[in-house]
């Protein structure tokens, strides 16, 4: 009688899909990021696929994950609200491929910031400082820049996270504004704290990766006066770990209780 030998089961794969961009210092960020997770995780594999714009597509790279013998994927979405991307894009991309790939189990995760979520704040205010924002804080006004969206629930999620960082972090004020389809824009935001007393003026780019809207968030910061304009959010570590979250609570896991 022979005894079989028991092999350790594979950790499912992590599939970070990000939007994609034609600008490279979008992929290249979403390849530092996908490194900072991969470190966490050094038994799972890690890849990375757009949704548009940036290769390898989402739909290429979950192909290329079954072809090296993975057979259950955890995508996470590199995105910070539900918007339509999120609600729309991606789980049709999905269907379809649970269609052609019946063989592959693929699970959606999460995006990073589907409530105000203080590991996201915590990153705000790495790169707030790294830009050399310090000392009191009750004089000092930020504008928190996203990409921006028409969806009505994620501005409101926005507009939650400006509170609830306001409160905690004792700010003069958070001030939500919006590189595109909703005012206000960044300048508009700049100048509105001022008005409204704030000695100094901060402001705080919620997006991931460098691109055009990030740019526009900059030079609407620079067009107004800021005084400290924060990096993007880029590979910080609070987002490997806010991923890492991800992977475990679509997975059945503790992700919600996943220190990092």
């Known amino acids: 009688m022979t005894s079989e030998i028991s092999r350790p089961v594979r950790p499912a794969a992590m599939l970070i899909v990000a939007h994609g961009s034609r600008d490279p210092r979008h992929a290249a960020t979403v390849a530092a990021v996908a490194e900072r997770v991969r470190a966490h995780r050094p038994g799972a594999r890690v890849a990375v696929g757009f949704l548009e714009l940036s290769v390898p597509l989402a739909e290429r790279a979950l192909f290329r994950l079954r072809e090296a013998g993975e057979r259950e994927v955890v995508v996470l979405p590199l995105l910070l609200s539900r918007a339509y991307h999120a609600t729309h894009d991606l789980p049709a991309l999905l269907a379809q491929q ?3 790939m019946p063989d592959l189990t693929i699970h959606q995760a999460d995006v990073l910031g589907p409530v105000p979520e203080p590991l996201l704040t915590a990153a705000l205010e790495r790169r ?17 820049a996203s990409a921006g969206t028409s969806d009505p629930a994620a501005r409101a999620v926005l507009g939650d996270l400006a509170r609830q960082w306001q409160r905690a ?3 003069h004020a958070v ?3 919006y590189a595109s389809a909703s005012p206000p824009r960044t300048a508009e935001a700049v100048r509105a704290l001022r008005a409204a007393g704030a000695r100094r003026v901060a402001v705080a780019p919620y997006v991931i990766a460098p691109g055009l809207l ?3 968030i900059a030079a609407g910061a620079a067009e107004a006066g800021a005084d400290v304009l924060a990096p993007v959010l880029g590979d910080a570590p609070e987002l490997a770990r806010l991923l890492l979250r991800r992977y475990e609570a679509a997975l059945g896991g503790p992700g919600a209780r996943l220190a990092g």
Do not use: F, H, K
């Open 98 to 100: 649970r269609v052609r």
């Open 175 to 177: 001030t939500p504004a």
């Open 128 to 144: 707030l400082a790294e830009a050399g924002l310090s000392g009191p804080r009750g004089n000092t006004g930020v504008v928190l």
């Open 214 to 216: 990030p740019d526009r």
């Open 169 to 171: 972090a004792g700010w």
